[in-house]
């Protein structure tokens, strides 16, 4: 009997635990994305970026309800969620088309980020509407300390052996070696 009393009482804290887990996402109210297709074929802009390399923040300091303008959302939003739907907001206006390396890191600690302070969603490669998405979707939480110089020094290396990797089989040459801190390759957005 004392025995499973005691797994009773395990079965009601998992299923705590299972509920707490289990909230319903926000729902944001529609918004018109202007799509830049057009005005790229119509020579109105130009594309610069060649690569974007997304930092998002999956520490507990975007865990608090949003208190901002702009994102009404039923139930109320976090500032983790606004954060999100910014991310999909960019991914839609950006046509598919666009030929960019894109890349998504998130930081923070604890289970979000399997534990270390700073997580690769999405390896730098072509960017793919699809995939971009899916790695946004795949981001699920936010906790623990927000260690952002950790997040940038591997932002900073991935185009760095990004670029060392496309090398030509041909050219032997040693590689010059890249400064430290380059930016010019990497877009940051938060």
């Not at 997040?151 to 052996?161: E, M, N």
């Amino acid at each position: 009997m004392h025995q499973s009393g005691r797994n009773v009482i395990w079965g009601m804290f998992d299923l705590g635990l299972l509920s707490g887990c289990a909230s319903t996402p926000p729902t944001f109210q529609p918004v018109s994305v202007p799509y830049l297709s057009e005005r790229l074929r119509a020579g109105s802009y130009t594309q610069k970026p060649r690569t974007f390399h997304v930092l998002m923040d999956a520490s507990s300091s975007v865990a608090e309800n949003y208190q901002g303008p702009g994102f009404q959302a039923t139930p109320p939003a976090s500032e983790f969620d606004v954060e999100k739907e910014i991310l999909r907001r960019l991914n839609q206006a950006l046509p598919a088309s666009m030929q960019l390396t894109a890349g998504l890191r998130t930081f923070g600690s604890l289970n979000c980020t399997d534990w270390q302070f700073t997580k690769l969603v999405l390896k730098p490669g072509p960017y793919d509407k699809n995939t971009f998405a899916h790695a946004i979707d795949s981001v699920s939480c936010a906790s623990g300390v927000p260690p952002f110089g950790h997040a940038i020094d591997a932002a900073i290396q991935a185009p760095i052996a990004l670029k060392q990797s496309h090398r030509p089989e041909r050219c032997r040459r040693r590689p010059r070696p890249e400064p430290a801190g380059d930016l010019r390759s990497v877009q940051i957005m938060l």
